[in-house]
């Protein structure tokens, strides 16, 4: 069974989502230990650049594991503020820790967006 912290929010794609994710805020954003788990060992990951404008629900990054290449969705709109460049060289981190040095980017909040609660989001996955 996949951890769900409490003190997050969670995008029905698997992302997770840390902070106030209020407009003007900036969140930090990574993938669900559920989705880690399901994708395998993490070999490669394509992130954002700092300054992109990212939507929500739209690809902005890919993640390629053992099993498969998978696209990296943003669960908030905003703008880009910075992306955890040790991913480059130490992707297993996404695997390791999920909601630690797993992180991948972090972003400015543009405006309002659609999260679920822990408890929503383990309904979610079970």
Known sequence: MSSVPADLLYSTEHEWVGGDAEPGSVVTI??????ADALGDVVYVELPS??????????CG?????????ELYSP???TV???NE???????????EPYDAGWIFKV???EDA??????????HIS
Not at 30 to 35: F, L, M, P, S
Not at 62 to 70: F, I, M, N, R, W
Not at 114 to 123: H, K
């Open 86 to 96: 040790s991913l480059r060289h130490g992707p297993g981190a996404i695997n390791a």
């Open 62 to 70: 890919e993640l390629e594991s053992s099993k498969a290449v998978s």
């Open 108 to 110: 400015e909040v543009g």
């Open 114 to 123: 659609e999260l679920l609660d822990a408890e929503a989001y383990a309904e």
């Open 76 to 78: 908030v709109t905003g």
């Open 30 to 35: 990574g993938i669900t230990e559920h989705a």
């Open 81 to 83: 503020t910075a992306v």
């Open 50 to 59: 700092v300054g992109d404008p990212v939507t929500a629900g739209e690809v």
